[in-house]
T-cell receptor, first 110, second 114 residues
Framework: GIQVEQSPPDLILQEGANSTLRCNFS?????LQWFHQNPWGQLINLFY???GTKQNGRLSATTVATERYSLLYISSSQTTDSGVYFC????????????FGAGTRLFVKA | NAGVTQTPKFRILKIGQSMTLQCTQD?????MYWYRQDPGMGLKLIYY???????DKGEVPNGYNVSRSTTEDFPLRLELAAPSQTSVYFC?????????????FGPGTRLTVL
């Protein structure tokens, strides 16, 4: 089946720093999403981005489907950005099976 | 819109007991999903449904059953609970449109099997 790898696994940042998180996937996919899981366990939608580039405030994402990777950029990080960032891909026809990466655990220090 | 709601929030089961985790969405979404998340890990797909009456297995279906009698509801049944089923369970829904199938998640159910 399709493999999804995220890097780095752990990241510690000083408040105000920028970072790039990467998601590699082993096969072509129909859909790709980025989520933030906050320290209370809630999953928050960040981007639905099977291809192209999107921006939302301090966050932006780029997916290069032909090269099978996606990048999540966090600029001017804040302590509230702490948590786990997941990439999830879907592949299939007539119903999509979703595969999550293992996540990048981010801690932003004040 | 309440979005995706799950009940209960927490539950402790004894080995061998059974229970049903409830999931309801009010967005008229065709697709619904059940995931489990073990501590420190990503989410794994248990079952999914593309519409009422249609379900299919995900990565880790053993020990679980689902049904989808209405568009809104997608309950997950655990039969003969085992300690390996201790996890956080998330339900999600999506429109099912091929051009845009963003998933929205419920708050989760934390299950402990002792």
């Amino acid at each position: 089946g399709i493999q999804v790898e995220q890097s780095p696994p752990d990241l510690i940042l000083q408040e105000g720093a920028n970072s790039t998180l990467r998601c590699n996937f082993s096969d072509s996919v129909n859909n790709l999403q980025w989520f933030h899981q906050n320290p209370w366990g809630q999953l928050i939608n960040l981007f639905y981005i099977p291809s192209g580039t999107k921006q939302n405030g301090r966050l932006s994402a780029t997916t290069v489907a032909t090269e099978r990777y996606s990048l999540l950029y966090i600029s001017s990080s804040q302590t509230t950005d702490s948590g786990v960032y997941f990439c999830a891909v879907e592949k299939g026809t007539g119903g999509f099976k979703t595969i999550f990466g293992a996540g990048t655990r981010l801690f932003v220090k004040a | 819109n309440a979005g995706v709601t799950q009940t209960p929030k927490f539950r402790i089961l004894k080995i061998g007991q059974s229970m049903t985790l409830q999931c309801t969405q009010d967005m008229n979404h065709n697709y619904m999903y059940w995931y489990r998340q073990d501590p420190g890990m990503g989410l794994k797909l248990i079952y999914y449904s593309v519409g009422a009456g249609i379900t299919d297995k995900g990565e880790v279906p053993n020990g679980y059953n689902v049904s989808r009698s209405t568009t809104e509801d997608f309950p997950l049944r655990l039969e003969l609970a085992a300690p390996s089923q201790t996890s956080v369970y998330f339900c999600a829904s999506a429109s099912g449109r091929s051009s845009y199938n963003e998933q929205f998640f419920g708050p989760g159910t934390r299950l402990t099997v002792l």
